[in-house]
């Protein structure tokens, strides 16, 4: 099993609508998550961090966590075009609690 | 200049060049990192240095050699690279602890021929 599993998609949903992006671990003793996006030919640049169980709300992101099932996901509100990223999920993972990320998501929003 | 900072932003090189690649941080950062972001595969954490000290080299092969003088700079030495190597070299880093949320910088697009 991966450490950081994401649905590689590609996604596409239509301007406006909700964009749900998932991301399942398997350390049970990571703390913090973040989500990362990334434009094609840039570099990740963070969107969002989550540390505790439910909803984690800045703008249009909300993050949602449940450690219980080892989840943790990303909604995108009113989603625009500018949306339109690869979107990486990244855990604390191992004895050395490196970073570790999912292989992400990319996200197509058409207008 | 303001958070991680890369240079060069693109370079082409033979297999038997030797060529550097460095970071800089104006966080005030504590940790720093390299990591190698080949297409369709997700990131690959090379090295990890805290506070000067490399803590992690993740298998990296030997072609590859880190340096970090201060907290604030990083470099990468490449020598006898394979063309397996072309990827996208990302720089970050972090406060202090690997569990915090780490900051990139603009990468180096690496194609060795």
């Known amino acids: 099993q991966k450490e950081v599993e994401q649905n590689s998609g590609p996604l596409s949903v239509p301007e406006g609508a909700i964009a749900s992006l998932n991301c399942t671990y398997s350390d049970r003793g990571s703390q913090s998550f973040f989500w990362y996006r990334q434009y094609s030919g840039k570099s990740p640049e963070l969107i969002m961090s989550?540390?505790?169980?439910g909803d984690k709300e800045d703008g249009r992101f909300t993050a949602q966590l449940n450690k219980a099932s080892q989840y943790v996901s990303l909604l995108i509100r009113d989603s625009q075009p500018s949306d339109s990223a690869t979107y990486l999920c990244?855990?604390?993972?191992?004895?050395?609690?490196?970073?570790?990320f999912g292989s992400g998501t990319q996200l197509t929003v058409l207008p | 200049e303001t958070g991680v900072t890369q240079t060069p932003r693109h370079l082409v090189m033979g297999m038997t060049n030797k060529k550097s690649l460095k970071c800089e941080q104006h966080l005030g950062h504590n940790a720093m990192y390299w990591y190698k972001q080949s297409a369709k595969k997700p990131l690959e954490l090379m090295f990890v240095y805290n506070f000067k000290e490399q803590t992690e080299n993740n298998s990296v092969p030997s072609r590859f050699s880190p340096e970090c003088p201060n907290s604030s700079h990083l470099f990468l030495h490449l020598h006898t690279l394979q063309p397996e190597d072309s990827a996208l070299y990302l720089c970050a880093s972090s406060q202090e602890r690997l569990e915090e949320t780490q900051y990139f910088g603009p990468g180096t697009r690496l194609l060795v021929l």
């Open positions: 990244a855990v604390p993972s191992g004895s050395a609690r490196q970073l570790t």
């Open positions: 989550i540390y505790s169980n």
